[in-house]
């Protein structure tokens, strides 16, 4: 009797789920999906809405009743708050920039067993991670090296992540060693391998990498309150602390409504800054959220 042919089974997680299972999931994925998009609802709502419509609310709108734009036509006809986004812009591009360009050449270094004192500076990349800079000693250092008041304290003291290196480095251990050693034979240097090879085969974890650099420096408030003095050179996620959180108001004379309207509210206002704040890391993280499984995941799990 010749014995029948059985296809091998398939492995428990591949198997399609039970309909109460898949339905169970389908709606802890819209609860998760109404907790994220409600306060941002709310926020948004609260910042297009009239003084009348916020005072009958008594705060956060839910229901809307009526749409205008006076509050941001306040905070940008504000020099600190325009100014501010400007700060933040170009603090967050240039610090991505530098920040970015040292993890890749110092994980690409310590990617190559035989590169220059490898086992020293990777022992001090993971020391990183359980030693940090006190907050004095940090503060000391950049008042002597004369960054006080100076943009660069918004990116020197926080340029490089640990965390990032060794997210790159494992991803760049996991090119073939072949493919780089055919190119040294090709004559290619250090610098054109990792410009022509392994950078163009890590543009996933690359760009991932450059989302956490350009969030943190969009996001950060705690370097520019110890540093800069002059609230002129304040970033906008100080400027957004000083106007939500401890409910400073706007500079007088700089609104930009007509005489005789009657002025935004200030909660208004606030949920007006806070859009501001919130809406660029929303429009990015679309183009780039695609690569974070194989960008950070995978390669964290091969290294």
């Known amino acids: 009797m010749s014995a029948i042919a059985q296809k091998p089974g398939r492995a428990p997680w591949e198997e399609p789920g039970s309909l109460a299972g898949r339905l169970g999931k389908g709606g802890t994925i819209v609860v998760v999906l109404l907790l994220v998009l409600f306060p941002l609802y709310t926020i948004l709502l609260t910042s297009l809405s009239s003084s009348k419509t916020v005072n ?21 006809s504000d020099t600190v708050v325009s100014h501010a986004i400007l700060v933040s812009t170009g603090v967050t591009v240039v610090g991505t920039a530098f920040s970015l360009g040292v993890s890749v050449l110092g994980a690409y270094g310590l990617s190559r067993p035989g590169s220059f004192l490898h086992r020293p500076l990777l022992f001090s990349v993971l020391l990183m991670f359980v030693f940090f800079p006190g907050l004095i000693p940090t503060y000391l250092l950049v008042a002597s090296l004369g960054l006080k008041n100076d943009y660069l304290s918004l990116i020197l003291p926080s340029a490089v992540s640990a965390f990032n290196i060794v997210v790159l480095r494992a991803f760049f251990m996991n090119i073939p060693h072949e493919l780089l050693d055919s190119a040294r034979i090709d004559g290619a240097g250090e610098f054109r391998i990792l410009w022509r090879i392994v950078l163009p085969l890590s543009k996933a974890v690359t760009a991932v990498i450059a989302l956490f650099y350009a969030v943190g420096y969009w996001n950060a408030w705690f370097n520019a309150m110890l540093y800069l003095d002059d609230s002129a050179k304040w970033p906008l996620a100080l400027v957004l602390r000083e106007y939500v959180v401890n409910a400073a108001a706007l500079p007088a004379g700089t609104a930009g409504v007509a005489y005789g309207q009657a002025a935004p509210p200030t909660l208004a206002i606030k949920m007006a800054i806070v859009m501001v704040a919130v809406v660029p890391a929303l429009i990015i993280y679309p183009f780039v959220q695609r690569h974070f499984t194989k960008g950070v995941i995978i390669g964290a799990i091969k290294g």
């Open 56 to 76: 009958e609310a008594g705060g956060l709108v839910l229901v809307p009743d009526g749409i205008t734009f006076d509050a941001y036509r306040q905070i940008f």
